[in-house]
């Protein structure tokens, strides 16, 4: 049997021509942190800053005057804010909820010149010259709202993240008319939805109060 081993491989020199294998090209982008790689060349400042110049661009933001719970308020806000964010982020309104965002649960119902609307798919800078109502400025003069006060009676709420929405709801249906029975109710009142399932006492609540305004 023979003892020879064979022979070892051969050591490629340090700076070799051949191709980065997987591990030296990881290495050298990551040592060169910010540089680009194109076509296995390493190029450097150039694109780190077209990618600052990316990053550094300020959204487009407009004015817009509009009156809120009957004070005038002027912001400038990036064009996509919706009402929502306007009232919560800017204005510190928070009493409006963030539910789904989406325009399919109500909590974040306000009142645009009189009319119900769900203020996360409103576009605040389309809202020049409105007059807005939240539910923090339904209580007039340190007394609640009929309506705010029909909750507390017919103990319409469990957890109450719904209900700054139906009660700035409750009050569009009212002043629409839409309370001649409970059917009707329940009709004008079903674009605001509680997880808690507190329905029947929320329509108790706004028979309530359409009966005493
Ligand atoms: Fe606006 Fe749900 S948060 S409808
Ligand atoms: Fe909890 Fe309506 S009271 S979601």
Redesign the pocket.
């Known amino acids: 049997m023979s003892t020879e081993h064979p022979a070892p491989a051969e050591i490629p020199p340090a700076e070799s021509d051949a191709p980065p294998t997987r591990r030296t090209f990881i290495a050298t982008t990551t040592a060169v942190s910010g540089a680009a790689v194109v076509g296995g060349l390493i190029t450097g400042p150039p694109a780190l800053a077209a990618t600052e110049a990316v990053v550094s661009e300020a959204p487009p933001g407009s004015r817009v005057s509009l009156t809120v719970n009957g004070v005038r308020r002027t912001v400038t806000v990036d064009n996509r804010t919706s009402l929502l964010d306007l009232l919560r982020e800017h204005l510190d309104l928070t009493g409006s909820k963030k539910g789904c965002n989406a325009g399919a649960c109500g909590?974040c119902t306000v009142l645009v010149d009189g009319r119900r609307v769900t203020s996360c798919l409103t576009l605040a800078v389309r809202l020049e010259g409105a007059e807005v109502t939240t539910i923090e400025g339904l209580e007039k003069g340190g007394r609640l709202h009929p309506l705010q006060q029909a909750f507390i009676d017919q103990d319409?709420?469990?957890?109450?993240?719904?209900?700054s929405g139906?009660i700035v709801s409750g009050v569009g249906c009212i002043q629409e008319g839409h309370t001649g029975s409970q059917d009707e109710i329940q009709e004008w009142m079903s674009g605001n939805?509680?997880?808690?399932?507190?329905y029947v006492k929320?329509v108790r609540a706004v028979q309530q109060a359409a009966d005493r305004m």
């Open positions: 909590a319409a709420f469990q957890c109450g993240f719904c209900t139906q939805l509680c997880r808690c399932g507190c929320i």
